[in-house]
């Protein structure tokens, strides 16, 4: 059964910073794409960023230039460093593996930005 083990999340001030982590068997961590969602009551869940195994990452346009996607293939661990953190990043975020028409989920770790 595979498993990705999702921790990181919080309550954190608007501005501040959050970094969730995500670690997977190597298995599933070395051939598949790894990435973040978020999803808010009442919405669809949506992605936030993702990286290939070979490291090319892609990150939605709302949250360019504050998040960051990184994997540490030694620790089959993939992050998501998010900075400028603002009240509309709330969410529950969860950690995903895709390939072909495979995909995993992780249980989802809450993300809470407010003063």
């Known amino acids: 059964q595979v498993q990705l083990v999702e921790s990181g999340g919080g309550l954190v001030q608007p501005g501040g910073s959050l970094r969730l982590s995500c670690t997977t068997s190597?298995?599933?961590?070395?051939?598949?794409?790894m990435g973040w969602y978020r999803q808010t009551p009442g919405k669809q869940r949506e992605p936030v960023a993702t990286?290939?195994?070979?490291?090319?990452?892609n990150t939605a346009d709302s949250v360019k230039g504050r998040f960051t996607i990184s994997r540490d293939n030694a620790k089959n661990t993939v992050y998501l460093q998010m900075n400028s953190l603002k009240p509309e990043d709330t969410a529950v975020y969860y950690c995903?593996?895709?390939?072909?028409?495979?995909?995993?989920w992780g249980q989802g770790t809450q993300v809470t930005v407010s003063s």
């Open positions: 995903n593996a895709a390939r072909d028409i495979r995909t995993y």
């Open positions: 190597r298995s599933i961590f070395s051939i598949y794409v």
């Open positions: 990286i290939t195994s070979g490291g090319s990452a």
